[in-house]
């Protein structure tokens, strides 16, 4: 739990400003975009997670800064919506 004395990680890079309340599981901040793949700021610490072919592709591909949802799925992490 957060509190003003103890803020988390993702407090820390902008989650209260983005959205109140606690932030629901898996959800992280993108702090690089690598060819497909994507670091992840997460609560549980930074994670490499693939962004899907579609995705990648797409208009709403992740970007540094955007925050994420990653899930697992059959290659490893996933982001799986961009917020």
Known sequence: MSTPE????????????????????????????DRGEVDVITLDGDIRALSDSNRAQDVVAPATGDWVVVTKGELGLVVSEVL
Do not use: C, E, K, N
């Open 6 to 33: 103890h803020p988390t990680t993702l407090d820390i890079v902008g989650w209260q400003a983005y959205q109140s309340g606690p932030p629901p599981p898996g959800v992280g901040r993108v702090r690089r975009v």
